[in-house]
Each structure stands twice: as C-alpha cells, then as structure tokens.
C-alpha cells in the first residue's frame, strides 16, 4: 500500500512538473484558429471573384438587351402604319445566346414590357 501511494505521488509530481503538453495545447488552438481565419477569408475572397466575374458577364448581357431594345424602338418609329400586329415581337440576339421578346401597343408603337431568356450553360461561374 505504501509503495502505491508513493508511486501515485511520483506520477501526480511528474505530471505537475511537466508544461510541454501545456503549451503545445496553446500552439493547437493559436494554429487552428489561424487556420479557420485563413480559410474563411479566403473563401469571401473567391465569392467576391466570381461575383465580379459574373457581374462583368452580366453588363455585356445588359449592354447587348439595350442595343436590341434601341433597334426595335428604331423598327418600331419607322413601321408602316398599315401593317396590323398583335403587339408582339420576338428578337434573337446573334452575339449572345439569347432571346427577348418585346410587348409593345400596336397604335402609339411604345414599349409596353420585354423579357429575355438566356442560355446561361456555362456562361456563368458557380
């Protein structure tokens, strides 16, 4: 029983003593902290890439959508007023892939509303 007890006070002596596993416990939690900034930054710092990569994507739709809309205003100033349209007209833009459609009033020949559809596949970064 006493050779025990002065083994467990040994161990209990030794364990106090010892401070490596002390501050190698600091370093881990420093090193992972770290570690999880970086990651996290990093991580923003590529969503905010490819949102500029799309937002650049998405002014050259836009650039081309108002290119087409001020020709179909021309197209419509100059329609003869014999022909009798529906008030609708459908335009496919040759430079992007895309179709936009146009609701305009048949007797002042204004604009009404438009609407586009894209073949996004791949244009965009995911």
Known sequence: MQNMKET?????????KNKDGFISSYFFV??????????????????SLKT???LEQESVFFVQEAKTISGIK????????????NGILTVEAE???DTI??????????????????KTDGLYVP
Request: proline share 2%; hydrophobic share 40%.
């Open 101 to 118: 459609t146009v609701y305009y009033d048949p007797q002042t020949r204004r604009i009404i509303d438009y609407s586009c559809s894209r």
């Open 95 to 97: 430079s992007v892939s």
């Open 74 to 85: 021309c197209f419509l100033a100059d329609m003869d007023a014999s022909v009798n349209e």
């Open 8 to 16: 467990e006070s040994v161990m209990n002596g030794s364990l106090r």
């Open 30 to 47: 420093i090193f992972l902290f770290v570690i999880t900034f970086s990651a996290a930054a990093l991580q923003s710092e590529t969503d």
């Open 52 to 54: 500029m990569a799309n």
